[in-house]
T-cell receptor
Framework: DAKTTQPNSMESNEEEPVHLPCNHSTISGTDYIHWYRQLPSQGPEYVIHGLTSNVNNRMASLAIAEDRKSSTLILHRATLRDAAVYYCILRDYGGSQGNLIFGKGTKLSVKP | EAGVTQFPSHSVIEKGQTVTLRCDPISGHDNLYWYRRVMGKEIKFLLHFVKESKQDESGMPNNRFLAERTGGTYSTLKVQPAELEDSGVYFC??????????????FGPGTRLTVL
């Protein structure tokens, strides 16, 4: 079972920032926080990941709480193409399991 | 660089028939994963290859599913005989071996399987 909790859906207006929350209260010291998204009719795609510090890349930013029990994916300016299901996933690098465990994710709708 | 490709994109078969799905990973990726989403459910892990070896097949639902990766390149997933509950979208992903971000998984577009 997924070890994260996300809202089922969120709405945003185009060109506005979007903050997608994720709770992971049982996170362990060896868990990295990964975000993937799935655009309609496509396979999931990697967005960003982090361990303790906030992270930025060309797609998004990841803000991680100091206690690591929650994180927020930030899309700085939402576009119509960002409409997707966003998954927050914990990956444990302390063991040998390499697969991703998907939850229900957050369905993001972007209005023009 | 070519991404992960899957064939066919869509397959419609009758219950009891056999179907073989194919996945071509990104060149040089030793890790290959199969996942599937059945109607209304989350994406679930099926199995993981490292090169030609099965590293983890704990997600395979039953012995009607057989995955192979001969030569450590492309992989096939055979369902024989197919049942109605096997309908869904089957995704393949590949990654390099290593820690983050090296082991980022890249997904194919999926094969939509419909069993009638």
């Amino acid at each position: 079972d997924a070890k994260t909790t996300q809202p089922n859906s969120m709405e945003s207006n185009e060109e506005e920032p979007v903050h997608l929350p994720c709770n992971h209260s049982t996170i362990s010291g060896t868990d990295y926080i990964h975000w993937y998204r799935q655009l309609p009719s496509q396979g999931p795609e990697y967005v960003i990941h982090g361990l303790t510090s906030n992270v930025n890349n060309r797609m998004a930013s990841l803000a991680i709480a100091e206690d690591r029990k929650s994180s927020t994916l930030i899309l700085h300016r939402a576009t119509l193409r960002d409409a997707a299901v966003y998954y927050c996933i914990l990956r444990d690098y302390g063991g040998s399991q390499g697969n991703l465990i998907f939850g229900k994710g957050t369905k993001l709708s972007v209005k023009p | 660089e070519a991404g992960v490709t899957q064939f066919p994109s869509h397959s419609v078969i009758e219950k009891g028939q056999t179907v073989t799905l194919r996945c071509d990973p990104i060149s040089g990726h030793d890790n290959l994963y199969w996942y599937r989403r059945v109607m209304g459910k989350e994406i679930k892990f099926l199995l993981h290859f490292v090169k030609e070896s099965k590293q983890d097949e704990s997600g395979m639902p039953n012995n009607r599913f057989l995955a192979e990766r001969t030569g450590g390149t492309y992989s096939t997933l055979k369902v024989q005989p197919a049942e109605l509950e096997d309908s869904g979208v089957y995704f393949c992903a590949s990654s390099q071996v290593g820690g983050p971000p090296t082991d980022t998984q890249y997904f194919g577009p999926g094969t939509r399987l419909t069993v009638l």
